[in-house]
């Protein structure tokens, strides 16, 4: 049975398989985001407007270092859908134990390092008061938990387990929201609550990875080693997903600087609810081109191009429709979506035409996402590189800098939206290149 799911991958009716895998994906995803967005309420109503965004400016540490995870997870689960698309599962085995232990060996470095830096990274952000103890409080929390901070669900659904893969968000998830609400509403932890919450829910995922891949998993790890050769492998396919998240942590990091030099603590608070509203809105995008990867990966190692193209034009439309419809939404219904989170005047006064900015650029930014997917599938990975950082990093810093040095405020708050159109422009033109390659 465990065989039958991963032969799917390159038999099923193309529509089922994505709409299978990125709704299950979705269903954990939103359950997350409906997390991120209790756990700002929580602490917004809890603690402040402010401790939001002191958490807010310690997020682009958090981001990076789930983007080590996220690389080397992705990369392996390219990997491993290849093995198994070729009835390889001793290899494939070999391939997700590699990824863990690189994992674990580079999240203890990420803490060490992290807990060094910690001060001398918020004091070049710009915080001071309460916002640097907010920011200061949150972090040394999840640092200390950094080692727990996944439970590779993407090798688990590159085996086709997509039941599972749905609890380990599931499970945690819930229990992150309880948490909260015990530790900030009931007890008066404050910030230090939310991140308290937050690692115990990720020792709860990270204990159940353990598990899957202990009972249910169908890949063999008996006889496997840690190899470099094999770690360059995985760090190669994960690369473009490492630069893309990195360059999303440091685009917040830069958006924040910029933010707080034009507009001040009041406009880096603002961001921290819009970003929160944003990350709930990339969930879409990121559970299409989730769903794309082990399907393009398993089709393209069986030679079934045809499979791949027909991947590649569902999900494409998928992660473009579900931008405009979430566009539409935000842009009709600012105020109200701010009001769930906040009833803070003036958050809700400079939020509504900031978050109608920021929601323009959403049916752009998904393009470049679907067509770096693809050609990580393929393991074309400098191409897939360029595509996948090119909205978070390579069209948002200048487009970012001369909009804030020739408009000001209102410059640094329609730059995401510029950046994405133009990112969006620059990967048509790119990706039909590279097709002819």
């Not at 429709?321 to 939404?329: K, N």
Request: glycine share 8%; aromatic share 10%; net charge positive.
């Amino acid at each position: 049975m465990k065989r039958d799911k991963a032969a799917a991958l390159q038999s099923a009716p193309i529509l089922r398989l994505m709409l299978t895998f990125s709704g299950g994906t979705l269903a954990a995803l939103v359950l997350s985001g409906l997390y991120t967005l209790t756990d700002t309420l929580f602490v917004s109503y809890a603690v402040g407007a402010q401790a939001v965004g002191g958490v807010s400016v310690a997020f682009p540490f958090v981001m990076f270092q789930s983007a080590v995870s996220t690389a080397l997870g992705g990369g392996a689960a390219t990997l491993v859908s290849q093995k198994m698309g070729k009835n390889e599962p001793a290899a494939a085995g070999e391939i997700a134990l590699n990824a863990m232990l690189t994992f674990w060996l580079t999240a203890l470095l990420v803490t060490v390092l992290g807990l060094l830096s910690l001060d001398g990274f918020l004091r070049y952000s710009g915080l001071s008061g309460s916002l640097y103890s907010y920011a200061r409080e949150y972090l040394q929390i999840i640092l200390l938990g950094n080692l727990f901070s996944t439970g590779f669900s993407s090798v688990i659904r590159a085996e086709g387990n997509i039941r599972y893969g749905v609890l380990i968000w599931v499970i945690p998830v819930t229990l992150n929201i309880l948490l909260d609400y015990l530790f900030l509403l009931q007890w008066g932890f404050g910030v230090r609550g939310s991140a308290i919450a937050t690692v115990l829910a990720q020792f709860v995922s990270f204990s159940m990875s353990l598990l899957f891949f202990a009972r249910f998993s169908v890949l063999r790890f008996r006889g496997a080693r840690l190899h470099i050769i094999t770690v360059l492998r995985i760090l190669a396919i994960g690369l473009p997903s490492l630069v893309q998240q990195s360059g999303l942590a440091l685009s917040l990091a830069v958006m924040n600087m910029a933010l707080g030099r034009a507009g001040g603590e009041g406009a880096v608070t603002v961001y921290g609810f819009i970003y929160r509203i944003l990350v709930f809105a990339y969930y879409p995008f990121l559970a299409v081109t989730q769903a794309l990867s082990p399907v393009a990966s398993s089709s393209y190692a069986a030679e079934k191009h045809d499979r791949v193209r027909a991947a590649t034009r569902i999900a494409m439309a998928m992660a473009v429709g579900s931008g405009i419809l979430l566009c539409a939404l935000l842009c009709v219904f600012p105020e109200s979506v701010l009001r769930l989170l906040t009833d803070d005047g003036q958050v809700l006064t400079e939020g509504v035409p900031a978050l109608r900015n920021a929601a323009l650029s959403l049916p752009f930014v998904p393009v470049s996402l679907v067509a770096g997917t693809l050609l990580q599938s393929q393991g074309r990975v400098k191409a897939s590189l360029f595509l996948q950082s090119s909205g978070s990093v390579l069209c948002l810093f200048p487009v970012l800098l001369a909009l804030w040095l020739v408009c000001g405020l209102d410059g640094v708050w329609y730059a995401p939206f510029a950046a994405a159109l133009l990112s969006a422009a620059l990967t048509a033109v790119c990706f039909l290149r590279f097709r002819r390659m």
